[in-house]
């Protein structure tokens, strides 16, 4: 499957009609999201005397009354289409691979999904390969969208249009199945090789805060000085506007404002860690000499939580200082670099051209000396060198962890232990369960009201929360 997502450039009008078809396939998906709540809360036990299952369908005709004059403005279609996303989204969440659906807000990216009824890619006569886009019906007309498609694509069956932070984007994804070997098959190929092959053949990738990746062999991969430079002009320009968001009413006009422009300075940091990571994942992908990319296991999120606080034993109720400020600057710049978009980017390219991504135990990567494995913390005088106090092996600390992560992960590959991971953890696996049916007994609560429901009717041995063992014996609230 291949995804694509082009800049467009609808025109005032066509971004004001596409405002509104948002706006509407939002409100019939969270009017799915309330009813489905109050089936829940209300009506479950009442459709259980008469063995009904809570419902799971796309009717939405329920939402269309006096009180909803503005769903009459658009197109039905925009309208079923928020009713499917919502029943998708359900059988996403049947499946273990998300929540149940929650409310949209009115904030952040929006966007509207298209089907075939709605648009159309008409070829270009004059250059092949090339199409118009064209946006609504005879009823509902929205005209010819621009739009700027950066590669060859071929027309898909339906798409989405989504603004974010001012910017429209239309995307979508085509069946064509891309052939690439399972990662199973690459690394028992890469298993037989001999261990001084598979090591030349191995690189490390530190990911580092200063410098965003650093490779065994020396290379850094890092911002242009141009991007580096308006990164940190946005800061500043972000701080000014933060502040004035703080002064401003909230719900007001200028409010509003502000906080359109505190958005566009984040959406150019995330856009310039995206083309980071495409340009660095395109340049080690393509280099011959690399077959297996070796990269630290890191846990984000328990790298990125806040710092815990320190009671104080002398005055009880006060806390010792804990560099809590410093703490979250480091979880800004981790979070900055955007690893886990580097990851799964690499991943993907890896995998097409039949390349290895391996994960590799973090313990003292920093610590151990790439030439003769001593590991202290003596080892490292400052935060960018490396001196082993062992064999006097002196470097920069990025490129030794970098040279110790490729080590660490040729040993994995030679010793066969690169396991496939599972896609997605759940807490649940359901095997066969459709839409309509009824949920099953032992589903896991997942809302409060869920829980408060659960717990009421006595049902104490199902779990609390997936974090939670199944309790023995029985506590009320
Ligand atoms: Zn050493």
Redesign the pocket.
Known sequence: MDGFRFRCYPTEDQAQILRQWIGCQRFIYNAKVGEDRYFRRFAASALALTGTPIPIDQTYAQFKTDLTPFLADVPAVVLRNGAVRWKQAYQRFFKGLGGRPTIKTRHGRQSVWLTRELFAFEPIEAAPGHYRLLIGCGKFPVGKLAFTAHRAFEPPASLHISLDAGRWHVSFSNETATETPSETAIAERLQRLPIDQLQAATVGLDRGVATPVMTSDGQRLVASPAQQQRLAQKERRRKRWQRKLARRRQGGQNHAKARAQVARTYRYASDVRRDLAHKATRVLVDDPRYQVYALEALRVQSMTRRATPKPDPERPGHYLPNNAKAKSGLNRSILASGWGQFKTILHYKAARAGKLVVEVPPAYSSQE?A????IHPDNRPSQARFV?Q??A?HAHADHNAAQVIAARGARLVADGQVVEKPKKRCALKRTTVGPGEAEPAGLIPQTPVENALRRGRGNTTAPRSTKQEPRATSQRL
């Open positions: 000396c030439r003769c494995g001593h082993c062992a064999c092996h």
